[in-house]
Antibody
Framework: EMQLLESGGGLVQPGGSLRLSCTAS????????MNWVRQAPGKGLEWVSF????????YYTDSVKGRFTISRDNSKNTLYLQMNGLRAEDTALYYC????????WGQGTMVTVSS | DVVMTQSPLSLPVTLGQPASISCRSS???????????LNWFQQRPGQSPRRLIY???NRDSGVPDRFSGSGSGTDFTLKISRVEAEDVGVYYC?????????FGQGTKVEIK
């Protein structure tokens, strides 16, 4: 069974940093493009970032460019999102999703940015 | 950015009756490779999103056949032929043709 498991969320002060992880199982991770998507409390879905299977190409939504970095370690079947300069508006449940059409989603990890 | 506009935003339905959700894009989602990258997702209360439909009309494995997707260009529809209690939740469309990827606002389906 294909699964994704996010971790690394928590409470952080404005301006702080966090690194999220997404561990994959049940499929060949190194063959899959991957995404991060977030959902603020009570709000809709917002695409955040994308990375190709080899990690060589990345895309970001404008609001996180220059602050967030997506990366992956195919030897560990793990996707990352390094988040720096966090703001209150980054507070959300962060999901990783497999594939260009988002066919598999994890359960999410909550990030709260507050003083 | 491509704006995805869903309607209605709230959809009360009677069990066993049909339901229809519209999703319109601000630009044609037809890709130069011949595909149209429009997907539909269901998010039940307290759960992660689940893909139902990809490339306009392709139903995912395990998705009941009462769900169907249609459309082209800028105008797309998700239909539920007979709503069941387990269909309660929020439905989102997503375009995968352009960067950045963009979701619709979501349509909340509830039982009358």
């Amino acid at each position: 069974e294909m699964q994704l498991l996010e971790s690394g969320g928590g409470l952080v002060q404005p301006g702080g940093s966090l690194r999220l992880s997404c561990t994959a199982s049940g499929f060949i991770f190194s063959n899959s493009v991957m995404n991060w998507v977030r959902q603020a409390p009570g709000k809709g879905l917002e695409w955040v970032s994308f990375v190709t299977s080899g990690g060589g190409t990345t895309y970001y939504t404008d609001s996180v460019k220059g602050r967030f970095t997506i990366s992956r370690d195919n030897s560990k079947n793990t996707l990352y999102l390094q988040m720096n300069g966090l703001r209150a508006e980054d507070t959300a449940l962060y999901y990783c999703a497999k594939g260009g059409s988002f066919e598999i989603w994890g359960q999410g990890t909550m990030v709260t940015v507050s003083s | 950015d491509v704006v995805m506009t869903q309607s209605p935003l709230s959809l009360p339905v009677t069990l066993g009756q049909p339901a229809s959700i519209s999703c319109r894009s601000s630009q044609s989602l037809a890709h130069s490779d011949g595909n149209t990258y429009l997907n539909w997702f269901q998010q039940r209360p307290g759960q992660s999103p689940r893909r139902l439909i990809y490339k306009v009309s392709n139903r995912d494995s395990g998705v009941p056949d009462r769900f169907s997707g249609s459309g082209s260009g800028t105008d797309f529809t998700l239909k539920i032929s007979r709503v069941e209690a387990e269909d309660v939740g929020v439905y989102y469309c997503l375009q995968g043709t352009y960067w950045p990827r963009t979701f619709g606002q979501g349509t909340k389906v509830e039982i009358k």
